[in-house]
């Protein structure tokens, strides 16, 4: 069998399946648990047969390796990542490659890089989108790290990637230290985002009309043929027709409240240092948080008076008008997160090709869809866009269901149907159009009680000034910054 071109350590579900990939792409893969037993399941079991060396220790995997050395981790966030690597390092030579393929929070991938280098090592910190099939089929790979590990690993990672239409990698490098995994973060992001106003769409379709699951099932179906062709809402299609052996309905069946691992708020986080209006993916995740309170809700219900409106409308019309505001929302959400990832570019010195990242997500991750296409062309057309909406195609596309959006939030909160991720998404379009926001108001509230200061639109930008409002404060300002 000879060496292994790269070695894998944890052979929990995605591990498992990558390793596969890769065999299956004509690759020898050197494997590693740190609970040996899975190992040999694996190797007696779906791994039976093919060019995959099972190994019983770090040093066995390391050794059963070509130079340069590709070993990728795929454990747990956290800090089993650091210990791993500390583990690994001994038994490394100069310019040998680690790659962590987990979840991992990208301040954290960036002190690794600069700690594996350090030692003489190059590292990669990679997101890898797709759940289960996708490491098997073909994943979505955004790594960063070390440059000069790229050619290396490059050859690898391309094969196993999914691929577009036309045959291109949903894989390429994305920059330096954190750089991948923060782009991955954002995926997740708009994954709750997307994930979010689709459930909203469903509570509208079903709180509000009435449809029943049979009804929905017809309408995502129907739209999964045009511009919100993608795999979230095809599997939204297929839940809405899924019956169990007793013939129940099992999304009547699941409690209404939801999990998070963390992904989410982490965008929010770096959203919030970056100072970028991420309002749709941080609506999302507060309706997570919200939807877990299940009991208080519950109790909440009982108590707390709802509307006496009902939905007085024709029913196609509004569905044809939830169609839109769900498209015009998608719109604004992915706008935001590429205002996250170009603020962050400049932050942290990265050179991200954004219509790169919209062809990495077009297949093989949780969010692929042909909306992306749009996106990467946008991009090609104008590579320094500074917001999605201000593309021709995009401006247009909202412009023909703003009165649609409208209707429908307008609809969701004279019914009392929360729709948090819509309604914020519209609230963040009609700021970003408006010439003149209220924020002078606030900065003379600021200006009265801490003296803060304010800027003027007689004097340009960057000279500021106070106003002693009471006659008693005084002329001494406080300095300005922006946290």
């Known amino acids: 069998m000879g060496k292994g071109q790269i070695g894998l350590i944890g052979l929990a579900v995605m591990g498992e399946n990558l390793v596969l990939n890769m065999e299956s792409k004509g690759f020898t893969v050197a494997v590693y648990n740190r609970t040996i037993a899975k190992v040999d399941k694996f190797l007696e079991g779906r791994g039976k047969g093919k060019n ?31 210990e791993l690597i500390e583990e690994l390092l001994p038994h490394l030579a100069p310019g040998d490659i680690l790659i962590d393929g987990g979840n991992s929070h990208f301040p954290d991938t960036a002190r690794r890089t600069a700690r594996v280098e350090q030692d003489g ?15 098997l089929l073909g994943p979505s790979i955004m790594p960063g790290g070390s440059p000069a590990a790229w050619p290396h690993v490059k050859p690898i990672f391309q094969a196993i990637a999914a691929k577009t239409g036309d045959g291109q990698p949903c894989c390429d490098w994305v920059g330096e230290n954190g750089a991948g995994h923060f782009v991955k973060m954002v995926h997740n992001g708009i994954e709750y985002g997307d994930m979010q106003l689709i459930c909203e769409t469903y509570h509208l379709l079903r709180a509000a009309l009435g449809l029943s699951n049979a009804d929905m099932h017809a309408v995502f179906a129907e ?11 095809e599997i939204t299609r297929d839940i809405l027709a899924y019956k169990n052996e007793e013939g129940e309905e099992v999304i009547d069946l699941i409690l209404d409240a939801a999990g998070q691992k963390g992904t989410g708020k982490w965008t929010v986080i770096a959203a919030l240092d970056a100072g970028q209006p991420l309002t749709l993916i941080s609506e999302a995740v507060f309706a997570r948080c919200l939807s877990a309170m299940k009991e208080e809700r519950v109790a909440a219900s009982a108590v707390l008076p ?51 990242i919209a062809l990495m997500w077009r297949g093989g991750c949780i969010i692929r869809s042909v909306f992306l296409d749009k996106i990467k062309a946008a991009f090609d057309r104008a590579p320094d866009l500074p917001n999605l909406l201000l593309d021709p195609f995009f401006k247009e596309a909202v412009t023909n269901a703003q009165t649609s959006w409208r209707r429908v939030a307008s609809t969701a909160v004279a019914l009392g149907i929360p729709a948090p991720a819509m309604t914020s998404a519209l609230a963040y379009y009609d700021s970003y159009r408006h010439e003149r926001l209220p924020a002078n108001l606030l900065q003379a509230q600021r200006d009265y009680f801490g003296a803060h200061t304010y800027e003027r639109v007689d004097k340009p930008r960057g000279q500021f000034f106070h106003t002693n409002w009471t006659g008693r404060g005084g002329e001494t300002a406080a300095s300005t910054y922006t946290v």
């Open 306 to 356: 709802k509307p006496r409106a009902r939905f007085a409308g024709r029913k196609a019309s509004f569905v044809d008008d939830l169609r839109r505001a769900l498209y015009a929302s998608k719109i604004a959400s992915y706008a935001q997160g590429y205002q996250l990832m170009r603020a962050a570019a400049k932050d942290y010195g990265w050179n991200l090709n954004y219509g790169g």
């Open 52 to 82: 995959i060396i099972g190994c019983r220790s770090i040093a066995e995997l390391c050794a059963s390796l070509r130079s340069p050395r590709i070993v990728m981790m795929m454990v747990k966030a956290g800090s089993a990542v650091d």
């Open 223 to 233: 739209w999964n043929r045009g511009e919100l062709e993608s795999y979230l809402i």
């Open 121 to 135: 090592k190059l590292y990669i910190g990679t997101g890898v989108s797709g759940g289960e099939e996708g490491a």
